[in-house]
């Protein structure tokens, strides 16, 4: 593979990029020929352990991810009703931040533990890691405005303020907008994390 990579092209970038690169591929044949495919690895006699519960802490922030627009556009339809926009904010609130938290803690054991293990047992994985790590910059950045947003949201002290209802609107659109972003990208990232490094796992 040449020494060069360049994340930032549309061939890597998790913003644009809909599946790993040929050339990346590549490298991940022989690893994933020995490992099989998706629907045989709980069968691997090295799955139970670190790869099922990696697998389990993905499924739970796809599951959370895809869950928070759902949550945003449900608030949308109950601005005018207090007491289910109180109910509405509140879970909206819970679920944002436990995504979040977990998000960012996953990252960072991904960054500090995994990535450098991966990269020491599979030189020809840095490129893989290199992509992986300029994802999690990514998300981090997404993260980051995520939080932004939620902080942003306003808390009505006033019911009969048409203002502070508008107010609220707007803001709830402007969270649902990042929501549905974190999603995407997450779907993308995660789905090409895992096609990299079970298969390295269960090899190790």
């Known amino acids: 593979?040449?020494?060069?990579?360049?994340?930032e092209s549309a061939t890597h970038h998790v913003e644009q990029r809909s599946a790993l690169s040929a050339e990346l591929q590549r490298v991940l044949t022989d690893l994933q020929k020995q490992s099989g495919t998706r629907d045989e690895?709980?069968?691997?006699?090295?799955?139970?352990?670190?790869?099922?519960?990696?697998?389990?802490?993905?499924?739970a922030l796809l599951g959370a991810a895809a869950e928070l627009p759902q949550r945003c556009a449900a608030l949308i339809l109950v601005l005018d009703d207090p007491t289910e926009r109180k109910k509405q904010l509140t879970q909206l609130s819970q679920l944002g931040g436990q995504l979040i938290h977990h998000a960012h803690t996953h990252h960072h054991v991904e960054d500090h533990h995994f990535f450098?293990?991966?990269?020491?047992?599979?030189?020809?994985?840095?490129?893989?890691?290199?992509?992986?790590?300029?994802?999690h910059q990514v998300l981090t950045e997404v993260l980051d405005q995520l939080e932004s947003a939620f902080k942003a949201m306003p808390v009505i002290k006033n019911e009969e303020d048409k203002k502070e209802?508008?107010?609220?609107?707007?803001?709830?659109?402007?969270l649902y907008h990042s929501a549905?972003?974190?999603?995407?990208?997450?779907?993308?990232?995660?789905?090409?994390?895992?096609?990299?490094?079970?298969?390295?796992?269960?090899?190790?």
């Not at 450098?116 to 300029?134: Q, S």
């Not at 972003?181 to 990232?189: A, G, I």
């Open 116 to 135: 450098p293990v991966f990269k020491r047992a599979y030189p020809n994985l840095n490129h893989h890691i290199e992509l992986l790590d300029g994802d």
């Open 165 to 174: 209802q508008s107010l609220l609107s707007v803001k709830t659109e402007a």
């Open 180 to 204: 549905t972003r974190l999603d995407r990208l997450f779907s993308q990232h995660i789905g090409d994390e895992e096609e990299i490094c079970i298969p390295a796992l269960l090899q190790m």
């Open 1 to 7: 593979m040449p020494d060069t990579f360049n994340y």
């Open 41 to 59: 690895w709980p069968h691997h006699q090295r799955f139970a352990g670190e790869a099922e519960f990696w697998l389990q802490v993905h499924k």
